[in-house]
């Protein structure tokens, strides 16, 4: 049973909520370099090699009896489990409150017991703030979500405010934009980079939602992973914070379409779908406030991480 003077002594593994996914395998990877303990839970198999310092757990988020025994052990929580995209639950709030929402709140709940604990979830940049009026837009403008997808990222996001105002935990929430890179698994409904660079690999037509004018924000998986490091080796101090992280560049799809041409060295085949009330028109994401807590910035711009994504996926 957990209890309010349980802590922890010494130091204590760096768990990973939804850790089996493309995200969570490059920093649990990242964190066994520097020489992290590092737990990941997961309802995946496990993708990852035999390690002395990692232990994976398969199980569900809602098991109230492994949530215990786990927050016990780690000091750390990440949390990127996600159940959905925006236009999975287009229509379906109950399915992401009962995916998303519920799920997370129950972590919540039981931290309120354990003092001490630093969190860093997973939110969206590319979402919340719906389309802002300004580009780059920053933390203070205004969240509009466009789709049930976004409500219940902000929802979550002001859980977890709730729990710092106990003085006891460091919460960080970070609001991430497109993230690509090599070892990203191909998914019908999420990671436009993948999915075009497929298509281009098989000479097949790439979909787009409206006339491809949207804008969008590309971050490449090192300079996630970097920022995540930067933000553990920050001073824990009870609070809440929030940062964008994005690579500050906006582009169109069509403009990634011909990125992504000149690198594959033919046309890609467009073949354009109604536009979608959920999808974000433009958004690019002003990351200067995690620079100045951390001196963060992205180190690898859109071509080259199209590159190194187009050469591991031909290989």
């Given at each position: 049973?957990?209890?309010?003077?349980?802590?922890?002594?010494?130091?204590?593994p760096?768990?990973?909520?939804?850790?089996?996914?493309?995200?969570g395998?490059?920093?649990?990877?990242?964190?066994?370099?520097?020489g992290?303990?590092?737990?990941v839970?997961?309802?995946?198999?496990?993708?990852?090699?035999?390690?002395?310092?990692?232990?994976?757990?398969?199980?569900?988020?809602?098991d109230?009896?492994?949530?215990?025994?786990?927050?016990?052990?780690?000091?750390?929580?990440?949390?990127?489990?996600?159940?959905?995209?925006?236009?999975?639950?287009?229509?379906?709030p109950?399915?992401?409150?009962?995916?998303?929402?519920?799920?997370?709140?129950?972590?919540?709940?039981?931290?309120?017991?354990?003092?001490?604990?630093?969190?860093?979830?997973?939110s969206?940049?590319?979402?919340?703030?719906g389309?802002?009026?300004?580009?780059?837009?920053?933390?203070?403008?205004?969240?509009?979500?466009?789709?049930?997808?976004?409500?219940?990222?902000?929802?979550?996001?002001?859980?977890?405010?709730?729990?710092?105002?106990?003085?006891?935990?460091?919460?960080t929430?970070?609001?991430?934009?497109?993230?690509?890179?090599?070892?990203?698994?191909?998914?019908s409904?999420?990671?436009?980079?993948?999915?075009?660079?497929?298509?281009?690999?098989r000479?097949?037509?790439?979909?787009?939602?409206?006339d491809?004018?949207?804008?969008?924000?590309?971050?490449?998986?090192?300079?996630f992973?970097?920022?995540?490091?930067?933000?553990?080796?920050?001073?824990?101090?009870?609070?809440?914070?929030?940062?964008?992280?994005?690579?500050?560049?906006g582009?169109?799809?069509?403009?990634?379409?011909?990125?992504?041409?000149?690198?594959?060295?033919?046309?890609?085949?467009?073949?354009h779908?109604?536009?979608r009330?959920?999808?974000?028109?433009?958004?690019?994401?002003?990351?200067?406030?995690?620079?100045?807590?951390?001196?963060?910035?992205?180190?690898?711009?859109?071509?080259?991480?199209?590159?190194?994504?187009w050469?591991?996926?031909?290989?």
């Amino acid at each position: 049973m957990i209890r309010s003077a349980d802590r922890l002594v010494g130091p204590s593994p760096i768990l990973l909520l939804g850790g089996a996914g493309f995200l969570g395998r490059n920093l649990a990877q990242a964190l066994l370099n520097r020489g992290s303990e590092v737990l990941v839970l997961s309802r995946r198999p496990s993708p990852f090699e035999h390690h002395p310092r990692l232990r994976y757990v398969q199980g569900d988020l809602s098991d109230a009896a492994l949530r215990a025994d786990l927050l016990a052990q780690c000091g750390t929580i990440v949390f990127l489990a996600s159940e959905s995209v925006p236009g999975s639950t287009a229509r379906k709030p109950l399915t992401e409150i009962d995916g998303n929402l519920r799920p997370l709140a129950a972590w919540i709940e039981d931290l309120f017991a354990l003092p001490s604990r630093r969190i860093i979830h997973l939110s969206s940049g590319g979402t919340v703030y719906g389309d802002p009026q300004r580009l780059p837009v920053a933390e203070e403008a205004p969240l509009r979500p466009l789709s049930f997808h976004a409500a219940i990222k902000l929802a979550a996001e002001q859980c977890w405010r709730v729990l710092a105002r106990d003085g006891q935990h460091d919460v960080t929430v970070l609001r991430p934009s497109n993230i690509y890179g090599p070892g990203q698994p191909l998914l019908s409904h999420f990671g436009v980079i993948r999915k075009l660079l497929e298509v281009a690999l098989r000479g097949q037509a790439f979909e787009i939602w409206g006339d491809g004018q949207t804008v969008r924000d590309y971050l490449y998986i090192d300079d996630f992973v970097d920022a995540c490091l930067q933000l553990l080796q920050l001073p824990a101090e009870p609070g809440f914070r929030v940062f964008n992280l994005g690579a500050g560049e906006g582009v169109s799809l069509l403009e990634l379409c011909r990125r992504v041409e000149a690198i594959c060295g033919h046309a890609v085949t467009r073949r354009h779908l109604p536009a979608r009330t959920v999808d974000v028109r433009r958004i690019v994401l002003d990351s200067s406030a995690l620079t100045a807590a951390t001196g963060w910035r992205p180190q690898v711009d859109l071509d080259a991480g199209l590159r190194r994504s187009w050469d591991w996926l031909r290989t």
